[in-house]
């Protein structure tokens, strides 16, 4: 059995045990004596990855909260619009009721409330047409998805290319920073080369795009974050038969984890370009030699 098999199967007993554990280990706020709070509650939960914000109220109490890394202050990646993807109909975001979105937003009707190990200073809202008052955390626009508590099978959703929302899906610490993954490192093969890329979620099935590194190292913050998400880690990748164990791990200014190759930080690229066809999904690495914030961007050999 191959060493990203391994990691794989250990992911999934990881998150098999979460369900099982999950309900006793949510962190919620308990009403005051003046009566029960309008507010939703954000909790914690222990999940596969670490520490995680849960909802800690409504039908989906229990189910981890996302941000996307295309959200950046009141610009948001994921909207209502609706989209045409592979000839279906697709909207990203709406209500929290909404049967069509496919990552309703986290709502409040009043002053969102932190639940124990969550940080209320952190909890704000942001407002918007056809949604709501949106909770947020650090400034970061949480969405549901999943169904089953315990289970957060959004985790590093890379929704680049299929469909169009130009980020990628993370869950987000009580700390505010996002939570990455063990993950697999593979590689991509882009007009004829092979090039370092990472096994991410897309519409519900694995692919495989290519990451860059960076002549700016972890200093791609911000809007430059926005069109390049950092590859967030936790513990050791998967590796695909054939790459050497060249991966490591560095610490970003707002606590999170980025994985690393040969010592350079790992982005994906927010707008990369890809089409499907007869074989499959056609990777254009169309991020290799952007200029953003002073540095540069380039694929990465493998």
Request: net charge negative; proline share 7%; glycine share 16%.
């Amino acid at each position: 059995m191959s060493d990203f098999t391994q990691r794989l199967k250990r992911v999934s007993v990881a998150l098999a045990v979460a369900t099982v554990t999950l309900l006793s280990a949510i962190s919620i706020a308990v009403p005051t004596a003046d009566g029960a709070t309008s507010g939703s509650i954000v909790g914690v939960a222990n999940g596969p990855f670490g520490p995680m914000l849960v909802a800690g109220s409504g039908q989906r109490a229990g189910t981890a909260l996302y941000i996307i890394t295309s959200d950046l202050g009141t610009s948001f990646g994921c909207t209502i619009t609706k989209q045409s993807v592979a000839g279906m109909p697709y909207v990203c975001t709406g209500p929290p009721t909404s049967q069509k979105a496919d990552w309703p937003a986290y709502t409040t009707t009043g002053t969102p409330v932190a639940g124990a190990g969550v940080k209320q200073s952190l909890l704000g809202t942001v407002e918007r047409p056809g949604v709501g008052d949106q909770v947020t955390y650090d400034g970061h626009p949480l969405y549901l998805f999943d169904q089953i508590p315990g289970v957060p099978s959004g985790e590093s959703w890379d929704e680049a290319t299929i469909p169009a929302d130009h980020g990628s899906w993370w869950l987000l610490s009580p700390a505010g920073s996002p939570v990455g993954s063990e993950g697999v490192l593979s590689t991509v093969t882009i007009k004829g080369h092979n090039y370092l890329g990472a096994q991410v979620i897309v519409g519900g099935g694995i692919a495989v795009f290519p990451v860059y590194s960076y002549s700016g190292g972890t200093g791609c913050t911000s809007e430059c974050a926005v069109k390049f998400s950092p590859l967030y880690a936790e513990g050791s990748p998967g590796l695909a038969p054939g790459l050497s164990q060249k991966g490591g791990i560095v610490t970003r200014s707002d606590g999170s984890l980025q994985r690393t190759w040969g010592g350079k930080p790992l982005y994906l690229f927010g707008d990369q370009g890809g089409s499907i066809g007869p074989t499959g999904l056609t990777i254009e690495g169309n991020g290799n030699g952007v200029a953003e914030s002073g540095g540069t961007f380039a694929l990465i050999s493998a």
